[in-house]
């Protein structure tokens, strides 16, 4: 019987890995060895939690009723990646759920390994490896203690074949920094959902504040979340701007904001008081906390012209949103 890391491989075939790395602008080959590290990287999260108290059941809880429901909705999820281009990830809030709050880290360690943005793929391969783990526990049927057995026996073997060595090296480094990330988030507290969510805030005050239409409106949201994996590229894993931007601009932050921002001054809130919060408490990254934020908002308002016609002419930042710029900067001040 298969194990679980070679079901998940086997799910992602040479034409959905062409499929993903045309998607992604990345080589076919750098794809192949993302999954190959996402998976060890996801299953031993999965076992670390399976491990711990209550974790086996909380784990259990997020099985597909339907054992091989997600890892059969591989193309669906595929054809959301091409239609949505490289932002988001498909299975955000399942990805944190699994991997912890040192997930942009994680992400962020792993993509500069391969040189392509890894978050899209980690938000197909952990729905799909889910997929993989309900029809084992249901072929076998097994309750919450041999979930728990199945997911360390397997982790571990993978672990210890000397073969895996390479994925391993990345899963390691990316595991370390998903570690540093989540002591860094932990020591701000509540404070932490400002700082994680200034970028997005930023990127909603300017786009917002001229309404470029449905197309001018996806140009300035795909060019804010390339901005922001840009400036979190060259931050080391201990620091917050990994920590928070590593993993771009995803779908759950522009949902938490509709819910805790719901107005421009509360938008404006939050980019104010995530600048605060890095300043008092890592006060040697707020400058780059500062300009990562202004960076974003800079290049939402020059992705898409206002006025014109078919392109030609127009205005590159309006003055509705040169005023949103404004504001920012003096938010930041």
């Known amino acids: 019987m298969p194990t679980l890391l070679e079901t998940l491989s086997s799910s992602f075939d040479a034409d959905a890995v062409g499929s993903i790395a045309k998607a992604l602008g990345a080589d076919s080959s750098a794809v192949s060895k993302g999954v190959g590290a996402l998976g060890p990287m996801l299953l031993g999260s999965m076992a670390k939690t399976a491990g711990a108290p209550g974790g086996a059941d909380a784990l259990t809880k997020l099985l597909p009723q339907d054992g091989g429901g997600l890892l059969g909705n591989l193309g ?85 074949n000397p073969a895996n060595a390479e994925a391993m090296a990345l899963v390691n480094a990316a595991s370390d920094a998903g570690d540093k990330a989540a002591a860094i988030i932990a020591s701000y507290g509540a404070d932490w959902t400002k700082v994680s969510l200034g970028a997005a805030a930023a990127t909603m005050l300017v786009a917002g504040s001229d309404l470029s239409g449905p197309m001018g409106t996806m140009k300035e949201a795909k060019a804010a979340g390339e901005a922001l994996l840009s400036m979190a590229k060259p931050a080391g894993p201990a620091s917050v701007i990994s920590a928070a931007f590593g993993g771009g601009m995803s779908t759950d932050m522009l949902m938490q904001l509709r819910e805790l921002a719901p107005t421009k001054d509360k938008l404006m809130d939050i980019v104010a008081s995530g600048a605060k919060a890095v300043a008092v408490r890592s006060p040697a990254e707020a400058a780059a906390y500062k300009a990562t934020i202004l960076k974003v908002a800079q290049t939402t308002a020059e992705a898409s012209k206002d006025g014109g016609f078919l392109g030609i002419g127009g205005t590159l930042v309006s003055s509705d949103e040169q005023s949103a710029l404004d504001a920012i900067k003096a938010a930041l001040a």
């Not at 809030?93 to 709050?101: A, D, K, T």
């Not at 942009?104 to 890894?118: D, I």
């Not at 084992?136 to 397997?154: F, H, R």
């Open 76 to 160: 669906s999820m595929l054809s959301g990646l091409l239609g949505g281009g490289g932002g988001g990830m498909a299975g955000g809030g399942l990805v944190n759920q699994l991997l912890g709050s040192g997930v942009n880290a994680m992400g962020a360690s792993l993509s500069r390994a391969l040189g392509f943005n890894v978050m899209p793929l980690l938000g197909m391969a952990a729905p799909a490896l889910l997929g993989a783990v309900a029809s084992t526990v249901k072929s076998q049927n097994l309750d919450a203690g041999g979930l728990a057995s199945l997911l360390k026996t397997e982790s571990t073997a993978f672990a210890a």
